[in-house]
C-alpha cells in the first residue's frame, strides 16, 4: 500500500495551543496589563500603566490640598478669632469647609476611577482572550444596498447581504 501523500500535507495536532480567557483574567488582576500582554496586545499594557500613573498622581495632589484645608479648617474652628493663609491668602471658614470639602470630593473621584481602570483592565484582557482566535479574515463580507420591494405599493428600504467565501 502505497501512499501518494507528503509528509509536509499532515498537520501536527498533538499541541494545540488553547488560548484561555480565566488566564488572561487572573493574570491582569494580580498584575494590571499582564492579560494584555498575555493576549498579544503590547500596545495596551503603556495606556493602562499611564492611566493608572495620572489617576495616582491626581490622587496624591487632591489628597495633599484636602488635608492642607481640613488642618486650616480645624485650626480655624478651635480658634476663631486667628487667620488662616494658605499659599498666600487669607481664607474664612466658610471658604475653608468648601475647599476642603471640594478636594475630598476630587480624590474621592479619582479613587472610583482607579477602580474603574482597574476593572476595565480585566474586562479588557478577558474579552481580548475570548476573540483571540475569531477570524476576522476577508473572507467575510457585509453589503448593505437601497433596494425596492414589491409588495402591495413598491417601497423604498434597505436590504443586508452577508457574504461567505
Given amino acids: ?30 498584575l494590571p496589563g499582564l492579560g494584555q500582554i498575555y493576549n498579544r496586545k503590547y500596545w495596551k499594557a ?7 500613573a495620572i489617576d495616582y498622581h491626581y490622587i496624591m495632589k487632591w489628597d495633599k490640598k484636602y488635608d492642607t484645608f ?23 471658614i466658610e471658604a475653608l469647609k468648601a475647599a476642603k470639602d471640594q ?4 480624590r474621592d473621584g479619582c479613587v472610583i476611577a482607579m477602580v474603574g ?21 476577508d473572507d467575510l463580507s457585509l453589503n448593505f444596498e437601497p433596494c425596492i420591494f414589491h409588495t402591495y405599493q413598491p417601497a423604498m428600504g434597505l436590504s443586508v447581504r452577508l457574504n461567505f467565501k
Fill in 70 to 92: 481640613l488642618t486650616g479648617y480645624s485650626f480655624k474652628t478651635q480658634s476663631p478669632d486667628s487667620d488662616v493663609v494658605i499659599e498666600g491668602s487669607k481664607y474664612p
Fill in 103 to 106: 478636594y475630598r470630593k476630587w
Fill in 1 to 30: 500500500m502505497v501512499f501518494s501523500q507528503k509528509k509536509s500535507d499532515y498537520v501536527d495536532t498533538t499541541f494545540i495551543n488553547k488560548h484561555k480567557p480565566w488566564k488572561a483574567t487572573l493574570m491582569s488582576a494580580i
Fill in 46 to 52: 503603556p495606556i493602562i500603566y499611564a492611566g493608572i
Fill in 117 to 137: 481602570i482597574y476593572l476595565l483592565n480585566i474586562i479588557d484582557a478577558n474579552v481580548d482572550a475570548h476573540l483571540f482566535s475569531f477570524d476576522v479574515s
